[in-house]
T-cell receptor, first 107, second 112 residues
């Protein structure tokens, strides 16, 4: 089975760095996805990790440790538009999503 | 059409009624998915289809059925709606299973 755990909410200041953690338990790891979801909108893809290590994409980076069942999403140089829910999901075609972490960016 | 669309945008439905949520994509993606999103529970997979002609059950399939007659369309049917099916429903597609999924704008369904 799969069990995804994420903290629920955090507040950060514009320009700051925030790290969003995700732990998972699965009988067979297939890959770890991160999605961003603004209020009232659909989720949009941010990153995908299947091997251990850090993947960097502009202001966003994602890290994976398969042995620890752990991933994090790092948001740098926070902007107001980054206020959203960040969802991690593990799987292949049958994705199991965490409940999401709400990030509120304040001036 | 560009991307993935869903219809209707929102619907209020009496309990016991039959309802079909429509989903169409024009990206020629092989895989399609239906999720429901509820406050405090996150996104949960209802049904999926890896390719036209095949479907599979997700985490919460009871009370829902799907069909995949062609590549573009993946309708979700509630045979007899119940209030616990009140939710926001998202359809998604991916080139193949295991790729990033592209989500439609969602359907907000209220069952009274």
């Amino acid at each position: 089975g799969q069990n995804i755990d994420q903290p629920t909410e955090m507040t950060a200041t514009e320009g700051a760095i925030v790290q969003i953690n995700c732990t998972y338990q699965t009988s067979g790891f297939n890959g770890l996805f991160w999605y961003q979801q603004h209020a009232g909108e659909a989720p949009t893809f941010l990153s995908y990790n299947v091997l251990d290590g850090l993947e960097e994409k502009g202001r966003f980076s994602s890290f994976l440790s398969r042995s620890k069942g752990y991933s994090y999403l790092l948001l740098k140089e926070l902007q107001m538009k980054d206020s959203a829910s960040y969802l991690c999901a593990e799987g292949n075609n049958r994705l199991a999503f965490g409940k999401g972490n709400q990030v509120v960016v304040i001036p | 059409i560009a991307g993935i669309t869903q219809a209707p945008t929102s619907q209020i439905l009496a309990a016991g009624r039959r309802m079909t949520l429509r989903c169409t994509q024009d990206m020629r993606h092989n895989a399609m998915y239906w999720y429901r999103q509820d406050l405090g529970l996150g996104l949960r997979l209802i049904h999926y289809s890896n390719t036209a002609g095949t479907t599979g059950k997700g985490e919460v399939p009871d009370g829902y059925s799907v069909s995949r007659a062609n590549t573009d369309d993946f309708p979700l049917t509630l045979a007899s709606a119940v209030p616990s099916q009140t939710s926001v429903y998202f359809c998604a597609s991916s080139p193949t299973s295991g790729n990033e999924q592209f989500f439609g704008p969602g359907t907000r369904l209220t069952v009274l």
